[in-house]
């Protein structure tokens, strides 16, 4: 492995761990709060929680959905039940009464959360 100043290069990195997709270590659900998108995402394991805290921010929740939300994504922890909860501001083009998104309640935004591939220890 090679080490820059101390710590391990990009490629030594990937060589140590592998993308995982959020749906083998989580379940989810979501929903719609007016124009905001709400996505519980929830350990399988408690073990996984710690990974999921560290590994699933708003800013990389932000990066992923770029596409399809206008404003800032808030994240909460609920370590007793093993979760985090997402919102999604500007995601849903007004709200599910006023809406012609197809989905205009949200319910997709969870499976397409798990689709969301993070770095774990081999």
């Known amino acids: 492995m090679r080490r820059v100043r101390g710590r391990l290069t990009r490629n030594a990195r990937a060589r140590r761990t592998r993308l995982v997709p959020l749906l083998a270590l989580a379940h989810a659900r979501s929903g719609d709060k007016g124009d905001t998108a709400n996505v519980g995402l929830i350990a399988r394991r408690a073990g996984d929680y710690a990974l999921l805290v560290k590994e699933v921010t708003a800013a990389r929740v932000a990066r992923h959905?770029?596409?399809?939300?206008?404003?800032?994504?808030?994240?909460?922890?609920?370590?007793?039940?093993?979760?985090?909860?997402?919102?999604?501001?500007g995601a849903l083009d007004g709200g599910g009464t006023i809406s012609l998104k197809t989905d205009a309640q949200g319910k997709v935004f969870s499976t397409a959360l798990l689709r969301m591939e993070i770095r774990v220890s081999r």
Not at 70 to 85: C, S
């Open 65 to 89: 959905f770029r596409a399809l939300i206008r404003g800032p994504v808030e994240r909460f922890e609920l370590p007793n039940l093993r979760a985090l909860n997402f919102l999604l501001h």
